[in-house]
């Protein structure tokens, strides 16, 4: 198993570019979810899914969109780039959420500039 | 509003030293309690769950233990290659999202 692969793994984008991040699984995880970590901030969650079709906006939504039409994949997208936006991402799946059991299992990240 | 706090910051020990990182909660109703392990450029790595106050779990040289403010990650006896930043992170009772700190910086010596 490759466990959860994010792409790209490094990205330069200009100010008001858009782009994709991938993230898939292969664990049949039902759970997926999309962070951001910040120097000082510790990881913050922008969204997540509890199954294909289902998704949800956690702490720090604005300006990225989301859609979960497989259990393996789901992409995050920028849709207008600020240097705000200039962050590590993770991307995390768990197999159930149910009773504590929701132990997360990362990416290697995924590293964006926004110039 | 769910917080997680851990401390110190920065810990720097001595190959053998014995040490303790700490993590403080507040959070509506406990779901569980995790510990990660993040090493320099790569995703955070699962350690530990904890459920309820008294609950330890243990793994090589590091024991998590949980009160019901706080938990305490051990490390018995360190090594270098246990330099890595530790994070905790809580789940919330009615709801399905971690809240995770800002880690400890953890470096071993020889």
Redesign the interface.
């Known amino acids: 198993n490759a466990g959860v692969t994010q792409t790209p793994k490094f990205q330069v984008l200009k100010t008001g570019q858009s782009m994709t991040l991938q993230c898939a699984q292969d664990m049949n995880h039902e759970y997926m979810s999309w962070y951001r970590q910040d120097p000082g901030m510790g990881l913050r969650l922008i969204h997540y899914s509890v199954g294909a079709g289902i998704t949800d906006q956690g702490e720090v939504p604005n300006g990225y969109n989301v859609s979960r039409s497989t259990t393996e994949d789901f992409p995050l997208r920028l849709l207008s780039a600020a240097p705000s936006q200039t962050s590590v991402y993770f991307c995390a799946s768990s197999y159930s959420i149910a009773g504590g059991k929701n132990i997360q299992y990362f990416g290697a990240g995924t590293r964006l500039s926004v110039l | 509003e769910d917080q997680?706090t851990q401390s110190p910051e920065a810990l720097r020990l001595q190959e053998g030293e014995s040490s303790s990182l700490n993590c403080s909660y507040t959070v509506s109703g406990l779901?569980?309690l995790?510990w990660?392990r993040q090493d320099p450029?790569?995703?955070?790595?699962?350690l530990f769950?904890l459920?309820s106050a008294g609950e330890e779990k243990e793994k090589e040289r590091l024991k998590a233990t949980l009160t019901k403010k706080e938990s305490f990650l051990h490390i018995t006896a360190p090594k270098p290659e246990d330099s890595a930043t530790y994070?905790c992170?809580v789940?919330p009772g009615g709801g399905?999202?971690?809240t995770?700190?800002?880690?400890t910086q953890l470096k071993v010596e020889l």
């Open positions: 997680v779901r569980g995790f990660y450029g790569k995703g955070p790595e699962f769950t459920y994070l992170a789940e399905n999202k971690l995770f700190g800002t880690g």
